[in-house]
């Protein structure tokens, strides 16, 4: 035996990988559409911001207005305000998912989502057949 050399009864050692690094030896590579998808949760994070300032400005709007637009503006401002912080924090969520099982489905109801409106379609049904592939899942660990 070769001094410096290890022993050939010690076991193999696992090659060294910082936490949260995601092209480990051995991998499959990270698939573009990964990329995109985040790029389109922070788009909706910051579209469903916008949205929650917009909510707050119609109930602002509705308390001078009077009559039947003064309920149908604080019912549309209060649905705003509450249920855009919610899917704020859902794109927010799906935009740092990490590679597990939950990321990926996480990732798919937020393009689902965005499948309900026409002016978003352009956008997520091609990310929505891109995310369905099976190297994407590979890459979150599910196939």
């Known amino acids: 035996m070769q ?20 092209g480990a030896p051995g991998d499959v590579a990270r698939p573009g559409v990964v990329v995109w998808a ?6 909706f994070a910051v579209m469903y911001f916008v949205a929650t300032l917009g909510g707050v400005f119609v109930l602002y709007a509705a308390g001078e207005a009077s009559g039947d637009k003064a309920a149908e503006a604080m019912i549309q401002g209060v649905v705003m305000v509450v249920l855009c912080p919610i899917l704020m924090g859902l794109s927010i969520v799906a935009a740092a998912a990490p590679r597990k099982r939950w990321g990926w489905i996480i990732n798919v ?6 499948c309900t409106s026409c002016l978003c379609m352009p956008a997520s049904i091609p990310l929505v057949i891109f995310w369905l592939k099976p190297e994407t899942k590979r890459w979150f660990g599910m196939a």
């Open 109 to 114: 109801v937020l393009i689902g989502l965005g």
């Open 3 to 22: 001094p410096g050399a290890p022993s050939p009864y010690a076991p193999p050692q696992a090659p060294y990988t910082p936490a949260g690094f995601e």
């Open 38 to 43: 985040r790029v389109y949760s922070v788009a």
